[in-house]
Each structure stands twice: as structure tokens, then as C-alpha cells.
């Protein structure tokens, strides 16, 4: 079993930065990619943006591209979401995950954290 713990969501105001983290622990295995996907209320979760082991690879969500970037490290079993110039349309429910290979499919995700809120107002 993995565990995540995401932090680091709060209330912004339009144009405003978060970073958001996610800790896993229990039985973490090298080689593995961690992601962020979002849900608003009534949408479904989606994508936000993926890392590889390795860190040489990153994929994003076009709406996000240029905005938010991923980071890891792997010394900490964290992966981090830095959040700049946040919109209200970003507000939603992010959660961390953990699979071996990226997908944008979240329903292919093994393991996720239990969300941390993010609020962006005008």
C-alpha cells in the first residue's frame, strides 16, 4: 500500500501563486510517476500534470501549460505543484497520485491522496 498526503491548498485571489505538496509513504517503489488531477464540483477529475521517475519527462493539461509546473524529489517521496498566475476556473479539489507510467486517465491511477482544496476568487 501507498500513502499521499497532499497540503498546501488554501483561498487566493486571482493572479496569486500556490505550491502544493504531496508526501507518499508506505511501500513506495523507485521507478514510479506521480501526477495532479483536479475535480470542481459537478466535473469530472481531471488532468493536471504528470512526472516521471526520473523527472525528465513532465506532461501537462493545456490549460495549465505555462502556469503551474511539477516538480519532485525523490529523496523526500514528494512531488510538488507550483501554481502561478491561478484563475478562478483553477478552483477545484486537487489530489496527488501514483501509478508506474503516465496516463492523463485518472480511472488508470493506483494510488491517491485525499485531496487538498484550492479556492481562487476575482
Known amino acids: 500500500q501507498v500513502q499521499l498526503v497532499e497540503s498546501g491548498g488554501g483561498l487566493v485571489q486571482a493572479g496569486d501563486s500556490l505550491r502544493l505538496s504531496c508526501a507518499a509513504s508506505?511501500?513506495?517503489?523507485?521507478?514510479?510517476?506521480m501526477g495532479w488531477f483536479r475535480q470542481a464540483p459537478g466535473k469530472e477529475r481531471e488532468f493536471v500534470a504528470a512526472i516521471s521517475w526520473s523527472s525528465a519527462f513532465t506532461y501537462y493539461a493545456d490549460s495549465v501549460k505555462g502556469r503551474f509546473t511539477i516538480s519532485r524529489d525523490n529523496a523526500k517521496n514528494t512531488v510538488y505543484l507550483q501554481m502561478n498566475s491561478l484563475k478562478p476556473d483553477d478552483t477545484a479539489v486537487y489530489y496527488c497520485?501514483?501509478?508506474?507510467?503516465?496516463?492523463?486517465?485518472?480511472?488508470?491511477?493506483?494510488?491517491w491522496g485525499q485531496g487538498t482544496q484550492v479556492t481562487v476568487t476575482v
Open positions: 508506505g511501500r513506495t517503489l523507485s521507478g514510479y510517476a
Open positions: 497520485a501514483y501509478r508506474k507510467y503516465y496516463s492523463s486517465n485518472p480511472a488508470l491511477w493506483d494510488y
